[in-house]
């Protein structure tokens, strides 16, 4: 792989050791996929920040890196275990917490922006179209390549670090233009009514693809809501990081498509797809925001439940950025009336639930496949209308 004289330097120690043990972890994973060089990133998002992911292993690597590193680059991180300030409130236990604090001052020494979110995109990292970024988290990666056009693969959590740490990834992937030509059509003839749809269709083409980049046909409206929990869906049930949608997406115009196999997303597959992720029957809590809940899915949220209690007790996880403006506009105050909470920093799936529930409803399918094996749950999954109401 061709280095600068400047990634030369890195890689010799002559920025410090931890500085040239990330180059090193960069250019073995760049020989792996042969790439042909090293090239700048914009922004990073650094996943394996949750203290159950990554458990005492993952804090002290972590430690290690904070001794020595800063990052180079705007840097965010994903959802955490808990929410960082009213964890209590959670129900999370003090050990927990003091754990995941620290992996957090690890981070926070080494640069990054506390953000702890998924949708880093709507608190503050937004990438460009053909921008180069290092994303870990799925959902994320799916919606910057998809829905912006920037360029990520989806990155481990040391990869993703060791990009923050020199401001350089691989150019190989997902970064180059022949690998972002769709091999798939999707054509869609079923209603979609709803970003339960969506994110129902994007786990029935995650399953029948599983690997590759889908070129959708036939969606006739889409808001970012919907194409968030497509994205985190389809990128869920399979390894997919980049999808296209005919008149949505800004590269679907530049895909040839011609002569590619088509798969169709009907009535029928709709349905199927709701009955495989239903595995529950009485909910103990609904759970919003996976991904990160949108501003304005708050606000419908509160719309929905505006004077009136909710069916069950309820969460809306997002980002610290988006519960502040929440909370300015007293949306906070409507919801906790209706029996809801807003949770920052965290998610259904990466904290502890399965020490307080048993069975969950969510109206996100990448949530609804996660939480039975990652959280020993029973699922429900259905609309935020008929969750709430
Ligand atoms: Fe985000 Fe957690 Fe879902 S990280 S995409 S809310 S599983």
């Known amino acids: 792989m061709h280095l600068t004289p400047e990634q030369e330097k890195m890689l010799e120690g002559e920025h410090g050791e931890m500085i040239a043990k990330m180059m090193r972890l960069l250019v073995r994973l760049g020989d792996v996929y042969n790439a042909s060089k090293m090239i700048p990133v914009a922004s990073v998002q650094v996943a394996g920040v949750s203290y159950k992911s990554i458990g005492d292993a993952g804090l002290e690597f972590l430690q290690d890196i904070a001794r020595e590193a800063r ?35 690890a981070f926070k020494k080494m640069g990054i922006v506390i953000s702890a979110t998924c949708t880093p995109y709507l608190a503050g990292n937004l990438p460009r179209y053909r921008q180069h970024i290092a994303w870990s988290e799925s959902s994320a990666v799916s919606f910057a390549n998809s829905v912006i056009g920037a360029r ?24 180059l233009d022949e690998n972002r030509q769709s091999n798939v059509i999707v054509e869609v003839k079923a209603e979609l009514k709803t970003s339960t749809d969506f994110a129902a269709m994007g786990h029935y083409v995650g399953r029948e693809v599983k690997k590759g980049i889908p070129y959708f046909k036939g969606i006739k409206n889409a808001d970012v809501d919907d194409l968030k ?56 809590i609904i759970i919003f925001g996976c991904p990160h809940a949108s501003l304005k899915e708050i606000i419908k949220i509160s719309k929905l439940v505006e004077g009136r209690k909710a069916r069950k007790p309820f969460w809306i996880c997002t980002s610290r950025a988006v519960k502040e403006i929440a909370e300015r506009m007293e949306l906070d105050e409507k919801i906790s009336k209706a029996g809801g909470k807003i949770v920052a920093d965290t998610c259904m799936v990466v904290s502890p639930i399965e020490k307080l529930f048993s069975t969950t409803a969510v109206n996100s399918a990448k949530a609804a496949h996660y939480l039975p094996g990652f959280c020993k749950q029973k699922v429900i999954f259905k609309s935020m209308e008929e969750l709430l109401l």
Do not use: C
């Open 71 to 105: 990052v180079k680059v705007l840097t965010f991180l994903n959802p955490a275990g808990m929410d960082l300030e009213n964890w209590r409130e959670m129900g999370i236990d003090e050990g927990f917490a003091k754990k995941q604090a620290a992996i957090i001052e």
């Open 152 to 175: 990520t693969n989806r990155e481990g959590g040391p990869s993703a670090l060791a990009a923050a740490i020199t401001g350089f990834t691989p150019y190989y992937g997902l970064h």
């Open 229 to 284: 929990g497509l994205g985190a869906a389809i990128a869920a049930s399979g390894a997919i990081a980049l999808y296209h949608a005919e008149g949505i997406t800004p590269e679907a115009k530049e895909v040839n498509i011609e002569g590619l196999e088509k798969i169709e997303f009907g009535e029928e597959e709709k349905r199927e797809t709701y009955e495989r992720l239903n595995t529950g029957e009485e909910e103990d």
